[in-house]
């Protein structure tokens, strides 16, 4: 099974409201990173945190950190409809450079 | 102006035959990439390239070959052996020196259908 898995699967909210993902690994990891897609394109880069790090921010991004549990979670706050897309977190595998995608969220931000 | 290119955006294939897909990056990044990615559901490794001269399979590599001749440049050919090759393809690459920091940078895709 893939290392990452998002929940929820599908996530539908009004613009204004926040957003929250969430991404459970399994193994050892030096970073965590999560990446947007719009439909039929490629992956943009969003944030990355650092597994000696517990949270982040960027913009109205916010991405926690929790290795004890082996778990992230990323917060969209005031969404827009521009935000509707597939949010995926990657980790980077400790001593490797290999990265592993989870299954995705696919937000939809209703106007 | 600097970035990763994928060639062709769109690709048909008549079974049997091989398939080359291009992947070309200006950003001086020592790590490749290649990603198979099926509707509705996450990426999946299928090869990587640390330096080059040098790769390793990912997790689905049966059926798919790659070259690194040039930093440059990583071609993934999905050959007759790909069994169920229709797929939307991504290619990335990130600096790869420092594992920690890396962020991976994502050409557009190739949609690959098998007719």
């Known amino acids: 099974s893939q290392q990452g898995e998002e929940d929820p699967q599908a996530l539908s909210i009004q613009e204004g409201e926040n957003a929250t993902m969430n991404c459970s690994y399994k193994?050892?990891?030096?970073?965590l990173q999560w990446y947007r897609q719009n439909s039929g394109r490629g992956l943009v880069h969003l944030i990355l945190?650092?597994?000696?790090?517990r949270e982040k921010h960027s913009g109205r991004l916010r991405v926690t950190l929790d290795t004890s549990k082996k778990s992230s979670s990323l917060l969209i706050t005031a969404s827009r409809a521009a935000d509707t897309a597939s949010y995926f977190c990657?980790?980077?595998?400790?001593?490797?450079?290999?990265?592993?995608f989870g299954t995705g969220t696919r937000l939809k931000v209703l106007a | 102006d600097g970035g990763i290119t994928q060639s062709p955006k769109y690709l048909f294939r008549k079974e049997g035959q091989n398939v080359t897909l291009s992947c070309e990056q200006n950003?001086?990044?020592?790590?490749m990439y290649w990603y198979r990615q099926d509707p509705g559901q996450g990426l999946r490794l299928i090869y990587y390239?640390?330096?080059?001269?040098?790769?390793q399979k990912g997790d689905i590599a049966e059926g798919y070959s790659v070259s690194r001749e040039k930093k440059e440049s990583f071609p993934l050919t999905v050959t007759s052996a790909q069994k169920n090759p229709t797929a939307f393809y991504l290619c990335?690459?990130?600096?790869?020196?420092?594992?920690?920091?890396?962020?991976?940078?994502f050409g557009p895709g190739t949609r690959l259908t098998v007719l």
């Open positions: 990335a690459s990130s600096i790869g020196r420092q594992i920690a920091y890396n962020e991976q940078f």
């Open positions: 193994t050892s990891i030096n970073n």
């Open positions: 945190i650092r597994s000696n790090e």
């Open positions: 990657a980790t980077a595998l400790s001593g490797t450079y290999k990265y592993i």
């Open positions: 950003l001086n990044h020592d790590a």
């Open positions: 390239s640390q330096i080059v001269n040098d790769f």
